[in-house]
């Protein structure tokens, strides 16, 4: 119920945005979030947007470079991804979960995955 995508290749110091569309429910009560999980390594969180769209916060890793928005007609959340590095390399997943956020292992619904590939 989630496809995410916009995901590609690019070089660093370039952008992408990313897409995350759902179906099958009006998304406009859930937090939505972007997780990444680089090869041999584990899951790591990005960022999260409250159901309004009025509150955001970031890994320490992206502050300043991503930035997380959603368009609740749309029923869509994006991932804007700016000066990118080789580090920032990884499959990119969102999730959802109702009235709140939570942990790695507590959300509702996850996306399929997107891959990012930043070359320097």
């Known amino acids: 119920q989630l496809q995410a995508s916009g995901g590609g290749f690019v070089q660093a110091g370039g952008s992408l945005r990313l897409s995350c569309a759902a179906s099958?429910?009006?998304?406009?009560?859930?937090?939505m979030g972007w997780f990444r999980q680089a090869p041999g390594k584990e899951r790591e969180f990005v960022a999260v947007i409250n159901w309004s769209g009025r509150s955001t916060n970031y890994a320490d890793s992206v502050k300043g470079r991503f930035t997380i928005s959603r368009d609740n007609a749309k029923n869509t959340a994006y991932l804007q991804m700016n000066s990118l590095k080789p580090e920032d390399t990884a499959v990119y997943y969102c999730a959802a979960k109702y009235g709140t956020w939570g942990t790695l292992h507590d959300l509702d619904y996850w996306g399929q995955g997107t891959q990012v590939t930043v070359s320097s």
């Open positions: 099958g429910r009006t998304f406009s009560s859930y937090y």
